[in-house]
């Protein structure tokens, strides 16, 4: 990606980043499964679009002002060709994400224009995310795999792809919470989840849906990054039953 800052102590500080991603690498490969991480969105988008799946326009480039450059995308596979998880990653680079956030225009192209702009709040306490953000989505697993911490995996993938590829100074995902009772406290790991809209309908969904902004620094991550590499190479076997040994 075209947005890298690489210096010798960066790539230090990485590291984490890149074991915790080789980890996963071996994981897919003890479970024979193929995984590709691939430059843009078009892939992540080909699988959303083929299994009928609502595919946010962030990561459309018909609809924004995505590309190689600043995507990229994860897909997952088993040994049969079958779907197994996806995810996609794209960088944000701004004083004020907050303030993009709510105005909806980043998040899509400038010849875009929002059918329906979405006034997403966020409460004074939630720290204003600045710098370079990793910014992920989409985060699809097949039915038949549900229940396997797969979600874990492919959104750390995503943050060490972000880590990997710009130093990323915080990542951040939006989500809709689909279960019932009170959102989970770390809800995939990330550091903080706040509400900022009460209820977003989408075409795939049967009802509106509050959505949440979750986010974690670099530092977060980063030790959160080596703890599970030191998890995962003690304790782990090179399987997906690894997944249980990733801790916030």
Not at 66 to 78: A, G, K, L, P, R
Not at 103 to 108: D, Y
Not at 122 to 145: A, C, D, M, Q, W
Not at 218 to 243: C, M, Y
Request: charged letters at 25%.
């Amino acid at each position: 990606m075209s947005l890298s800052r690489d210096t010798r102590a960066e790539q230090e500080k990485a590291q984490s980043a890149q074991e915790l991603l080789d980890c996963f690498l071996r994981i897919c490969e003890g479970e024979n499964w193929r995984i590709e991480i691939v430059p843009g969105p078009r892939l992540w988008l080909d699988l959303m679009e083929s299994h009928g799946f609502w595919a946010n326009p962030c990561f459309n480039p018909d609809k924004s002002d995505v590309d190689e450059s600043n995507t990229m995308s994860i897909t997952i596979h088993d040994a049969d060709g079958k779907f197994v998880a996806t995810n996609v990653m794209r960088i944000f680079e701004t004083e004020n994400f907050n303030e993009i956030m709510a105005s909806g225009v980043v998040f899509h192209g400038l010849g875009c224009p929002l059918r329906r702009p979405i006034p997403l709040v966020l409460p004074r306490t939630h720290p204003n995310l600045s710098g370079l953000i990793g910014y992920s989505g989409g985060t699809v697993i097949s039915h038949s795999k549900r229940g396997l911490r797969l979600g874990l995996m492919t959104t750390r993938i995503v943050r060490c792809l972000a880590e990997i590829s710009v130093k990323a100074d915080w990542h951040s995902c939006h989500i809709l919470h689909n279960r019932p009772g009170e959102m989970a406290a770390n809800p995939y790991h990330f550091a903080r989840a706040d509400k900022c809209f009460p209820e977003l309908k989408l075409p795939d969904r049967q009802e509106p849906l509050p959505v949440w902004l979750l986010d974690i620094t670099r530092e977060e991550f980063l030790t959160q990054a080596a703890r599970n590499v030191s998890d995962l190479i003690e304790k782990g076997q090179q399987n997906v039953g690894d997944l249980a040994l990733l801790t916030p």
